[in-house]
């Protein structure tokens, strides 16, 4: 279905600034899982209690991201739909991988596929046509959710059980392709995104400017999560590491 006066995202339609805190998505598709979720987090004694806090907190960005205002306000703006997608990718995938078990015998080859899965899941899911296919149907919108966080917990899953110079390369290079995805959103010429070229008026930009922001979201503090974390593990790499208790090579 083509985006149009009767295509409705899934988070529903661009709200103005003055209705913009009335807009919870209240779908029971999305609060049941949640929920079931957060009551298992505080019932079960697989997890230790660290695991049960850190997953419960994911469950709480997660609530952020699809059942707060946020996301009704990714419908009017792409700098919020990128912000949504960020805390999907940056947030609450490393706080899902961390809640689960360490993997053991993590390879570099294992590593680097979840790399580039990861990447090529984010730069599909941002190609204008896929953009669009996704705020015209539920079920596509659905796919890019699921994809996007899928392919992120696997990748941060990887980064925390791999030896720590492998894990700093798959951290560097994730940093550098979404810096270049924010970069070509920066300097594009024109807006590419048909979904927001009549939405964000009401919110003081221009499409362009909009989707400007987005980028600039995506170049600078998202890329540095991932340039921070890849810190992280050279000064694992360099002394021990707390969670094996081993001692660096």
Known sequence: M????TAIPYCGPAPLPADLWDQWNLDPLILAPLTVAA????????LTVRARLTGALAVTILAIA???????LSSALFAA????????????????????????????GAVMIATVLQAVVLWFWHAPALYEAALSN???YALMEVTLLGASVLF????????????????????????????LLVFAGSAVYGPHLMTTAAWGLTPLEDQQLAGLIMWAPAAG???????????????PDPESGRQPA
């Open 2 to 5: 083509m985006f149009g006066a």
């Open 39 to 46: 009551v298992w987090l505080c019932v079960t004694r697989l």
């Open 66 to 72: 699809f059942v707060s205002p946020l996301c009704a």
């Open 81 to 108: 739909r990128t912000v949504h997608h960020l805390l999907l990718v940056c947030v609450a995938a490393p706080l899902i991988a961390f809640a689960l078990p360490r993997a053991s015998h993590v390879r570099f």
């Open 138 to 140: 539920d079920l596509v």
């Open 156 to 183: 941060w899953v990887m980064i925390r059980s791999a030896p720590a110079p492998t894990a700093a390369l798959g951290l560097v290079l994730t940093m550098v392709q979404m810096g270049m995805l924010g970069a």
């Open 225 to 239: 999560i991932y340039l921070l974390t890849a810190l992280i593990q050279v000064a694992r790499w360099i002394g």
